[in-house]
């Protein structure tokens, strides 16, 4: 069964990110929640079934303490970067595999590009970490990831009865999941790429016209990262003095994705499916403008300019999707 978008769920997640980045680079490191036992003992009867119950006997229930709940499951823990780090030592801190660490953190390029203060989701075990999305059902999401659903459902963090029991929003742990092949090596860089820059039509509020695939510029801006080997995911539109500017979407679709960690990776962020094999995905927003389920025409605003997640400066990532494959946004805008 296909997710429901009038459905809601309670992601379980991490400590949420303290607006004091200072304190939270002193805390957080220290801050990890271990799962511990979801089971309850049933109290012993304070009675005998046939006896009347006494003044004593009531004023003993009374005061016997209420049982308590079963503390929650982690999936991960938000971690700032400390001077000294590295990928494998904190691999090794936590008890998981480098890639587990890289895998749930896009926006790091290599095990090598952290940076003081910078924050990362942590999961608690091997895995992946997956924010559900419209249409989403765990048999996709257990292929994607080369797993069994009954691995998905098994993890208690994860609060599935059975596996129609996910819901679009909903954080869920994927655990031993691995990500998929990388796609083919990018093609090369336009001609000119370079200190030059390229750059989006001057007027994103006024699309151009669409390109052959039908994209416009989601944004106006030069473009500071280019999609290649160092930057494999999309590219970076510069907005440098252009904070709370509105982001476009670049060709009519539905919304499948509108959320995200402002703590982390790509921050808030929103996924459009043009329902011909082309997704796209808009990163590092202030604030989203769109729901998930909703249906969006091109040049709709998505969202607003800002520098959630992992971001050094005012920008748009993009990123553009085929039939589950990253590939170059520049060979599909005008």
């Known amino acids: 069964m296909r997710v429901d978008s009038a459905s809601v769920s309670s992601a379980v997640a991490a400590a949420p990110v303290l607006e004091d980045a200072a304190l939270q680079a002193s805390i957080l490191p220290q ?56 990928v494998d030592g904190l691999a090794t801190r936590y008890g998981i595999s480098p890639d587990s660490i890289l895998w749930n953190n896009t926006d ?15 999961p608690l075990s091997d895995g992946i970490i997956y924010d559900v999305k419209l249409g989403d059902t765990l048999s996709d999401i257990a292929d994607q990831y080369g797993v069994d659903v009954s691995s998905i459902t098994g993890f208690a963090g994860n609060h599935l009865v059975d596996a129609n029991g996910i819901a679009e929003h909903q954080i869920i742990f994927v655990p031993n999941g691995k990500m998929p092949a990388p796609p083919p090596p990018p093609t090369p860089e336009p001609a000119g790429a370079g200190s030059s820059g390229g750059a989006a039509p001057d007027s994103p509020s006024e699309p151009s016209t669409p390109s052959s695939a039908g994209f416009i510029w989601p944004v106006n801006g030069p473009i500071s990262s280019y999609f290649g080997p160092s930057h494999p995911l999309g590219i970076d539109i510069d907005q440098y003095g252009k904070a709370g500017a509105p982001i476009h979407a670049a060709a009519a679709g539905i919304v499948t994705f509108a959320g995200g960690d402002p703590c982390c990776s790509y921050g808030l962020y929103v996924v459009v499916n043009h329902q011909n094999g082309f997704e796209t995905l808009y990163a590092h927003m ?26 050094t400066g005012y920008h748009l990532h993009f990123e553009v999707h085929l039939n589950g494959v990253v590939v170059n946004p520049l060979d599909y805008l005008p």
Do not use: K
């Not at 790091?108 to 990362?120: K, M, P, V």
């Open 31 to 86: 801050t990890l929640v271990t799962a511990q036992s979801t089971q309850t003992q049933t109290p012993a009867p304070l009675l005998h079934s046939t006896a009347l119950p006494t003044d004593a006997a009531l004023m003993m229930a009374a005061s016997m303490p209420p049982t308590p709940a079963p503390t929650p499951v982690p999936i991960y823990v938000v971690y700032a970067i400390q001077a000294g780090d590295t």
């Open 286 to 311: 202030a604030s989203i403008a769109v729901t998930q389920g909703q249906y969006v025409n091109q040049g709709d605003v998505l969202g607003y300019v800002g520098i959630t997640g992992r971001s």
């Open 108 to 122: 790091l390029e290599s095990a090598d590009s952290l940076a003081l203060g910078q924050f990362l989701r942590i």
